[in-house]
Each structure stands twice: as C-alpha cells, then as structure tokens.
C-alpha cells in the first residue's frame, strides 16, 4: 500500500510537471506590427529567452491596424506597434492599457527627447514605449531626375501621369495634400479645407498608377512598372528599390514631410501582461535600437549615434504626427476618393 502511494504521488507530480511544460510551450505572444520591426533574429532569440512562441501579423497601414483592433476588440493580439499619432483613438476605444515601468527596466535607455512623448500618456501613465522615427518622405527614379524634384506637387505634375505611385492611407494622403495647400494645420481640417483636400487629391489621381499597401508591395510595383515618383511609407524603401536594380533616392520637399514615431503598446485583451511587457523590454535594448538604424535606415530611440551614422539629421524639416480631428471622417473621403472614376 505505502509502496502503490508513493507510485501515485510520483505519478501525480510527474503529470504536474508534463502539463506545466506543456502549458510553458503553449504560451504565444501575438504581435501586430510592420515589417522590419520584428526581424527573425530578434523573435527567435526572444522564443530562446523566454520559451514562448511568437506569432506575427504584418500591417500595410494605420487603417488596418484600427480595423483589425476594433474587429476583436483587441482580444486577437497582445503588442502592437503604431505610431503616435493613433494613441488617444486607442485609448479612448480601450484598446490599448497602460505600461508597467517596473517591469520596463530597459525604458531607461530611450533617449531624452523619447522619454515624454505627450501624445502617448493618459491620465498620467505612459501607454506606450517609443521605439522607432523617421519620415514619409518622396522617393524618386534618379534616372527621371537628375536633380531632386523640390516639391510635393510634382505628384500633380501631367507629365508623370500613370508614373506615380502613391500610399492607400487616408490619414497619410490627406495630411500630405493639406501640406501641399498650405493649410496651417493638416492634421486639423475644417469643412473647406476638407472640400479642397478632396479636390486635390482627385486630380492627382489622374497620375496614379496605384495605391500600394505596406512597404514590399510598393517595392515590387516600383520595381516591375516604369515608375518615377512614390509617396513613401519610410527611409528603408530607398535602400530596398536599390535592391532591386532601381536607382532610387528620397527628398525632403520644400514643403516638409511628415514624421512620424513608432511606439510598441500593450493590448487591453491580452491574456499575457507579462510576456508582452517582456517583448517591449527586449526591443528597447540599446542593440536593438542600433539595428534598427544600421540594418532598416529607420530613425531608433536608444542610440543616437546610429542615428547621425546614416544621416537622419533632417528631423527639423518634419511635421511630426498630430492625432487627426475625425479619424473616420477621413477614412471615408479616402474610401470616396479611391471609388471615384478617373475623369
């Protein structure tokens, strides 16, 4: 009897520790993101440390990432990386929680200017980690141009019709078109300088040849059609055309461009706090930020000398992100714009 109950004990324990580990392999953390910001040596040496499995879910634009949150309420994905214009949205849906800094102890390497960004802090918690910056920026075939077109309206410019290829994001395409107008704030319109904006970028719709989501598709349409301008998604598009045999190169236009600052935050649905908060802490390792500038040519938040090394000097020329007066309103001018014939 004592013998068959210690069998069972042994028994018992050994079923513990099986299902323990089981459920230890089972743990995932689900991550929304863009590309470049989740490279495989990263998720698998953070697989190594932690034993978790990491699942990814590219985005192509901002648009996506609110109708893929909103669609579950947050209940599809643990970490999410968004620039900073989107967070009150976030937030004020509660899609989105605030950090533990305690369990951030890497936060300390963001640089100054990142450590207080206001648009990521609500009722006095910061709900996001800054993590990556840079540009939206004009790229050009240098083959069309010699010398760097100086301004945004070349994008309107006829001679370049079915030559252009332009993003499918509202709030992007519509701040940029505000920027060209001169409007004092682009990322609050009102009625008519909605009216104009929606004007503006109906006729530039003539030089199209397509909208692109997310940063390959506008690679492989560049590369594979007679292309000579693009509104681009971020500095690494250069890089990537060049690649691809594109003798490709960006400009800041006389008008700005604008800016943006990547932050990784926290869903409200997540199931797993702690592995999430763990991801936001091994992305802010100071390695991590000097990879992101030498390796994708974006803008990192913990080393700057990564930073002046390929030439990201040009921050005073940007109209960094602003939280837009009516997110959905801009969504359906741009899903108007793209349903309207060209004439």
């Not at 681009?232 to 690649?243: D, F």
Request: glycine share 6%.
């Amino acid at each position: 009897m004592k013998n068959r109950l210690a069998s069972l004990i042994a028994s018992a324990a050994l079923t513990a520790v099986v299902a323990f580990s089981a459920s230890a392999r089972a743990e995932e953390l689900r991550i929304l993101t863009w590309e470049g910001y989740a490279d495989d040596q990263w998720v698998k040496e953070f697989e190594k440390q932690t034993g978790a499995t990491v699942k990814i879910s590219y985005t192509g634009s901002v648009d996506e990432i609110f109708a893929k949150m909103e669609g579950s309420k947050g209940a599809d994905f643990d970490v999410v990386a968004i620039e900073t214009s989107s967070y009150k949205r976030l937030y004020e849906q509660k899609l989105i929680q605030p950090l533990d800094l305690a369990k951030l102890p890497n936060y300390k390497n963001l640089s100054d200017v990142f450590q207080h960004i206001d648009s990521i802090q609500f009722d006095g918690k910061p709900y996001a980690a800054p993590y990556a910056w840079g540009s939206l920026p004009l790229i050009y075939d240098k083959k069309a141009f010699p010398t760097p077109p100086d301004s945004w309206a070349v994008l309107w410019d006829p001679q370049y019709a079915g030559h252009v290829l332009a993003m499918d994001d509202a709030n992007n395409e519509i701040s940029t078109a505000a920027m060209v107008l001169g409007f004092k704030n682009p990322f609050n319109l009102s009625d008519a300088e909605f009216a104009a904006v929606k004007k503006k970028l109906l006729e530039q719709k003539a030089n199209v040849l397509s909208y692109y989501a997310g940063f390959d598709d506008g690679i492989s349409i560049f590369a594979q059609n007679d292309v000579s301008l693009m509104f681009s998604m971020g500095e690494p598009q250069v890089g990537m055309l060049q690649k691809k045999g594109v003798d490709a190169a960006m400009t800041i236009p006389k008008e700005g461009a604008i800016g943006w600052i990547d932050c990784w935050t926290i869903s409200s649905a997540t199931k797993n706090v702690e592995l999430a908060h763990k991801w936001i802490d091994f992305m802010l390792e100071k390695r991590v930020g000097t990879y992101i500038s030498t390796q994708t040519g974006y803008g990192n938040t913990t080393d700057p000398e990564a930073n002046q090394k390929i030439g990201l000097t040009y921050a005073d020329k940007l109209v960094f992100f602003q939280p837009p007066e009516d997110p959905k309103r801009r969504v359906a001018l741009w899903n108007e714009i793209k349903a309207t014939p060209v004439q």
